[in-house]
C-alpha cells in the first residue's frame, strides 16, 4: 500500500507502479489489476485499463485516458501519467513538511 494518498483508483494504480508493487516498468496486466485491486469488483476493475485506453475507448468519455493495449490483458501505461502523479506525490510531500 503506498504512503500517499489517493484521489481516485486511478491515482492509486499509478502510485503502486510506481512503488514498483504491479506492474514491469510501463507494462502492467489487466489480471495484476484484478489482483491488486481484489477489494473493488471485478467489474470494475475488470475494465479499469481498456476504459482507459488512449485511443479507442470513446465508450468511457469520462475515464481518465493512459493506457495503451498491447496484447491481450496487456497495457502500457503512458509515461506522462506516471510522471504527473510522480509530480503529484512530490508537490504533496513538500506541502506536508
Same mark, same amino acid.
Given at each position: !500500500? ?7 483508483? *486511478? #491515482? *492509486? %494504480? @499509478? #502510485?503502486? !507502479? @510506481?512503488?514498483? %508493487? &504491479? ?8 489480471? +495484476?489489476? !484484478? =489482483? ?11 475494465? !479499469? @485499463?481498456?476504459?482507459? +485506453? %488512449? +485511443?479507442?475507448? /470513446?465508450? =468511457? $468519455? ?11 490483458? &496487456?497495457?502500457?501505461? *503512458? $509515461? ?5 502523479? %510522480? ?5 504533496? /510531500?513538500?506541502?506536508? #513538511?
Amino acid at each position: !500500500m503506498s504512503k500517499y494518498i489517493a484521489k481516485s483508483i *486511478h #491515482d *492509486h %494504480l @499509478l #502510485d503502486a !507502479m @510506481l512503488d514498483g %508493487l &504491479i506492474g514491469k516498468g510501463l507494462v502492467i496486466t489487466r489480471q +495484476e489489476v !484484478m =489482483s491488486f485491486f481484489a477489494d473493488v469488483k471485478k467489474s470494475y476493475t475488470g475494465v !479499469m @485499463l481498456s476504459n482507459a +485506453e %488512449l +485511443e479507442t475507448s /470513446e465508450s =468511457s $468519455p469520462t475515464w481518465r485516458k493512459y493506457t495503451q493495449r498491447i496484447g491481450k490483458g &496487456i497495457y502500457r501505461v *503512458h $509515461p506522462i501519467a506516471l510522471a504527473n502523479r %510522480l509530480r503529484s506525490r512530490r508537490k504533496a /510531500e513538500t506541502t506536508i #513538511d
